[in-house]
C-alpha cells in the first residue's frame, strides 16, 4: 500500500506541475472530484479495515501484557519495569504516513468539493473586461445554485432554479474552449433581439436607459474613460466607453447559430436563440464577448457572481455588486 499510495500521490503532483507549466488543460473539478473518491476510499478502507487491525494488536498486546503480570504476580513479582504501554499503544494506533495523507484529509477535501460544486465556488478576475464592475485581482464568489444545482463534472442538471436574467453577471465555461472560465454580464435571454449598434445598447427594439456618470480612471491602463450607469433588468450598474475606437465588430468568428446575426459598420444585431445568452463586458470597448464568439449555452453556465470577499491590492473592493 506504501507504494501504491506514493505513485497515486505522485500522479497528482504532476498533473498539478504540468497543468502549472501549460502543459496540459487542466480540469479542476474533474481534479478535486478524482481526489475525493480516492481519499474516500481510503478514509473507507481506514475505518472498516486498517483501524480495526490496528486496534486489535493493541488488544493483543494488552492481553499479553496482562498474562505476562498475571504469570510474574504467581511467581510473587509485583514491580515489573517498562511497565508503562502508553507509547507502544501509541506507536500501534498511529497512522501510517500514507494513511495521514489520503484518509486523514478526505473530510477537508469533501468539504471543499461540496462547498465548490453546489454552494460558493471562488474565481479571480484576470481581466478588465468587467472594469468598473469588476476590476482586475479582485477574488470574487460565484452562488452555485441560484439557477439550479448541477452535478460536477457532468454538469447535469439536478433542481430547477429561477432562470438567468438579464443583468445578471454570471461565470460560465468559455464556448470556444471549455476548459476556461469566463465572467460576463447577460445583456440577451433566450428569444431577444438584442442590437449594440453605435455603442447604444438596445433589447427588442427599445434602447437600455443610460445615465452619464462622469469618467472613471481605469488604473490598469492609466487612462480615463467615459462612465454611464446602465439600467438592464431590476438593477443599475456601471459601464464605461472608450469613444477612441470604432463602433464596428472587428474579428467576429464562425460561431454556433451566427446566421442570427447581422453584422455592420455600426456594430452587431442578433437574435438569441433558444437556450442560450448574449453576453457582453461592462468595459464595452475592451471585452472579447458574445459579438465576437457567439452564443453562451445554458448548459454552460456555472454560476451567478455576486460578491468581493478580497482585492489585496484594495481592501475597498470587498463587498457585493451588481
Known amino acids: 500500500m506504501p507504494i501504491l499510495t506514493a505513485f497515486i500521490l505522485a500522479a497528482f503532483v504532476s498533473y498539478g506541475v504540468a497543468w502549472y507549466m501549460g502543459s496540459i488543460e487542466g480540469n479542476f473539478a474533474l481534479l478535486l472530484f478524482l481526489a475525493t473518491a480516492v481519499t474516500g476510499a481510503y478514509w473507507l478502507a481506514e475505518r472498516l479495515f486498517f483501524l480495526p487491525r490496528r486496534r486489535r494488536a493493541v488488544a493483543t498486546l494488552e492481553a499479553q501484557h496482562a498474562e505476562r503480570r498475571a504469570t510474574l504476580a504467581a511467581q510473587g513479582i ?6 508503562d504501554l502508553s507509547d507502544a499503544r501509541a ?21 471543499v468539493f461540496l462547498l465548490r460544486s453546489f454552494v460558493f465556488e471562488p474565481f479571480k478576475i484576470p481581466s478588465g473586461s468587467m472594469v468598473p464592475t469588476l476590476l482586475i485581482g479582485d ?17 447535469t442538471r439536478l433542481t430547477e432554479g429561477r432562470p438567468v436574467g438579464r443583468g445578471d453577471v454570471v461565470v460560465f465555461r468559455y464556448p470556444p474552449k471549455p476548459s476556461l472560465d469566463y465572467i460576463k454580464r447577460v445583456v440577451g435571454v433566450p428569444g431577444d433581439e438584442v442590437a449594440y449598434l453605435n455603442k447604444q445598447l438596445t433589447i427588442n427594439g427599445q434602447p437600455v436607459p443610460q445615465a452619464p456618470a462622469g469618467e472613471f480612471l481605469d ?3 492609466m487612462a480615463y474613460f467615459k462612465q454611464f ?13 472608450d469613444e477612441r475606437r470604432p463602433a464596428f465588430i472587428p474579428g467576429a468568428s464562425q460561431f454556433p447559430h451566427r446566421e ?38 445554458d448548459g454552460n453556465i456555472a454560476g451567478k457572481a455576486f460578491f468581493v470577499w478580497m482585492n489585496f491590492s484594495n481592501f475597498k473592493r470587498i463587498g457585493s455588486f451588481h
Open 219 to 221: 488604473e490598469s491602463v
Open 260 to 297: 442570427l446575426c447581422q453584422y455592420s459598420v455600426e456594430g452587431v444585431r442578433c437574435k438569441v436563440p433558444a437556450g442560450h445568452y448574449f453576453v457582453m463586458g461592462d468595459n464595452r470597448d475592451n471585452s472579447l464577448d458574445s459579438r465576437f464568439w457567439g452564443f453562451v449555452p
Open 229 to 241: 450607469e446602465e439600467t438592464l433588468g431590476q438593477q443599475a450598474h456601471r459601464i464605461i466607453v
Open 139 to 155: 477574488l470574487i464568489l460565484v452562488n452555485k445554485y441560484t439557477y439550479g444545482l448541477k452535478l460536477p463534472v457532468l454538469n
Open 78 to 83: 509485583t514491580q515489573v519495569d517498562n511497565d
Open 91 to 111: 506507536r500501534l494506533l498511529a497512522q501510517p504516513w500514507w494513511l495521514d495523507w489520503t484518509a486523514g484529509l478526505f473530510p477537508v477535501i469533501l468539504g
